[in-house]
């Protein structure tokens, strides 16, 4: 089914457009729902890299794996049973520090998306981390990167894309950012006046869907005069609390390996965390439910979308 667009006003995601826009099949074994590596976790903020692997499953993904700094990549694993712990390089202070990627190499070539940025802490690293990844697929003899999976970029991963503009030709047309309204000014190098005419830009500068603060944008396509534009039409302020992009970002990757395509991936994603807040709304209150809990949300939503 093609993406619904709407040219002129953002096209509003709601309940009938999701159910005329079907997440694919589940298929018959955890290798038909696709594969997911999400790169981050520093030692201090491990738990990033857990809250985004969770919703990336919770939101369907066959398989998981988190590659997080190596003095916490056992406890993660006991943690989050489900996923595969992968041990990469760090400082003294417990940054990643962009290197050993050789260790995960199978596991990058074998993955539908790959979430880079949840609980990285060190903004040059990051970008030392980004370098590396985009000069391996260079290497790869894919210099277009049309082969490869789609790449989902959040929180210190997006300040330091920045740095890498001219050098992102390899993850061009399958990038998947979600920045909060600081990181949109960031990525713009300005203050942020409008949210939406922001994101359009950022989407047409990287050659990206953008998924930020209930907008979500994507590049124009050849067979398209303008990008696409939506505006989510839930959510709730809850929203604004630890580990929730984290969340967003993992649900949104999790839809992205199942075979979606990337703007239908952010649609569904932001959609579902924002009515996953809802629903908690409604059940503990305005305020004071956990990132976390946002996840257990996830397959009775879908279920009842997908219907």
């Known amino acids: 089914m093609s993406t619904p667009i709407n040219h002129e006003q953002p096209t509003l995601v709601t309940p009938s457009l999701l159910r005329d826009w079907p997440l694919p099949a589940p298929g018959d074994s955890k290798y038909s729902r696709g594969a997911v590596l999400v ?36 406890p993660v694993g006991i943690a989050f049973p489900e996923c595969g712990a992968l041990g990469l390089p760090e400082t003294d202070d417990g940054s990643l520090t962009g290197e050993g990627l050789d260790r995960i190499s ?4 074998g993955s ?14 990051a970008e030392t981390m980004l370098r590396a990844l985009l000069e391996r697929e260079e290497q790869s003899g894919d210099p277009d990167g049309d082969g490869g999976p789609a ?29 909060n309204p600081t990181e949109a000014g960031i990525l713009l190098g300005r203050d942020v ?49 630890s580990g929730s992009g984290d969340v967003l970002a993992g649900a949104i990757t999790g ?6 395509s990337d703007a239908q991936a952010a649609c569904w994603g932001t959609h579902l965390h924002a009515a996953a807040a809802d629903r ?23 279920l009842e979308l997908n219907t």
């Open 39 to 74: 790169i981050g976790g520093a030692r201090a903020t491990p738990g990033a890299a857990l809250l985004a692997g969770t919703a990336a499953l919770r939101a369907g993904a066959g398989k998981i794996s988190l590659a997080v700094a190596e003095s916490v990549a056992v």
């Open 106 to 109: 199978s596991y990058l070539d």
């Open 112 to 125: 539908d998306a790959v979430l880079i940025g949840p609980g990285l802490d060190d903004l040059d690293l």
């Open 151 to 179: 790449v989902v970029l959040d929180a210190y991963a997006l300040g330091a894309l920045t740095k890498l503009e001219d050098h992102i030709g390899p993850w061009r047309g399958r990038l998947i950012l979600t920045p």
């Open 193 to 241: 006046d409008t949210l939406e005419g922001a994101i359009v830009e950022i989407a047409q500068r990287f050659d990206a869907v953008v998924s930020c603060q209930g907008y979500i944008a994507g590049p124009s396509t050849p067979d398209a005069d303008s990008p696409g534009l939506w505006k989510i039409t839930t959510g709730y302020g809850g929203l604004g609390t």
């Open 255 to 260: 839809l992205r390996a199942r075979g979606t």
């Open 280 to 302: 908690l709304a409604s059940k503990l209150g305005p305020l004071g439910f956990l990132a976390r809990e946002l996840s257990d949300q996830l397959p009775a939503l879908m």
